[in-house]
């Protein structure tokens, strides 16, 4: 039996009078990487923010790796990687400067060349992070979360906006996280992403979990109830061409 690291219980956010987050509850387990989706505006993000600790709740429970938020806020930021604002990119300084400054922040003795290297980066260390791609500003952000060795890591939308090749190398960095027993909470819109990349989703809809399982056992229930889908699927499609036409190859974009 896997081991819960994060338990929310009926967790509630308001802002005024809009109910974001309606009494949602789920687990998740050590080592999977555990996905929420939704639609813009389900609620996502404000339930990321309210376990990272950076929101505050209107009601419910949360418990990260046995640390009550209400009571150990503090305690929780140590185990977790969260993915900081670009806005706090100081813009004079190159990727390495710029772990070197949050290591400093975090306290912890990190190699920028070695962190770099794992996020697939390192002939970019002298840059400026406004000089990198759409792939390898996500891939720094990622690398950003890890600066802290965290149990845990929080990525929203980590491709939203990225070319399909820069897309995939994000997935296999992420898998390459959680190889490392890493558990990880992203976000996405993207359904293939959810399918390829996590262990159990949860789906969410204007603040409630209207579904959390595994990818294969959420088709699964929908096949079982009748559903067919209206076109022939073809054994390849334009994404497929896409990716054959352009490289295979993920490069460094
Ligand atoms: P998602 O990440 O799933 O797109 P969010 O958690 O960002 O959704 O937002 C959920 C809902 O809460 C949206 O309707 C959004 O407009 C609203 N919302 C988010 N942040 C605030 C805020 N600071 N003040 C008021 N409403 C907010
Ligand atoms: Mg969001």
């Known amino acids: 039996m896997a081991k819960t690291i994060i338990s ?17 509850s ?37 418990i990260v790796d046995g640390l009550s938020l209400d009571e150990k806020p503090n305690e929780i930021k140590k185990i977790i990687g969260v993915q900081l604002q670009t806005s706090g990119y ?21 190699d920028p060349m070695e962190l770099l290297e794992s996020v697939n980066l390192k002939e970019k260390a002298k840059s400026q992070f406004k000089q990198l791609s759409g792939g ?6 990622v690398a950003t979360t890890l600066i802290n ?39 996405t819109h993207y359904m293939d992403e959810a399918e390829y990349l996590c262990d ?3 789906i969410i809809d204007s603040g ?20 067919e889908r209206v076109k022939e699927v073809k054994k390849a499609n334009l994404e497929d061409v896409f990716i054959n036409l352009t490289g295979h190859e993920l490069r460094g974009e």
């Open 208 to 227: 409630k979990i209207v579904a959390l399982n595994t990818p294969d056992k959420l088709i699964d229930n929908l096949v079982a109830s009748g559903f």
């Open 90 to 110: 100081y813009p004079g300084l190159n990727l390495v400067e710029l772990i070197e400054l949050f290591s400093g922040l975090y306290n912890r003795d990190v």
């Open 136 to 141: 390898q500003k996500q891939r720094f952000s």
């Open 200 to 202: 159990r989703v949860a």
């Open 26 to 62: 789920f687990d998740v387990y050590e080592g999977e990487i555990f996905g929420l989706l939704g639609p813009n505006g389900a609620g996502k993000s404000t339930t990321l923010e309210i376990i990272e600790t950076l929101r505050a709740k209107t009601s419910g429970e949360v």
């Open 149 to 187: 060795q965290p149990r845990i890591i929080f990525l929203d939308e980590p491709t939203t906006g990225l070319d399909p090749q820069a897309r995939r190398s994000l997935w296999e960095l992420v898998l390459q996280i959680r190889k490392k027993g890493t558990t990880v909470i992203i976000t």
């Open 8 to 24: 929310v219980k009926n967790l509630v956010k308001n802002y005024g009078h809009f109910e974001a987050v309606k009494g949602i």
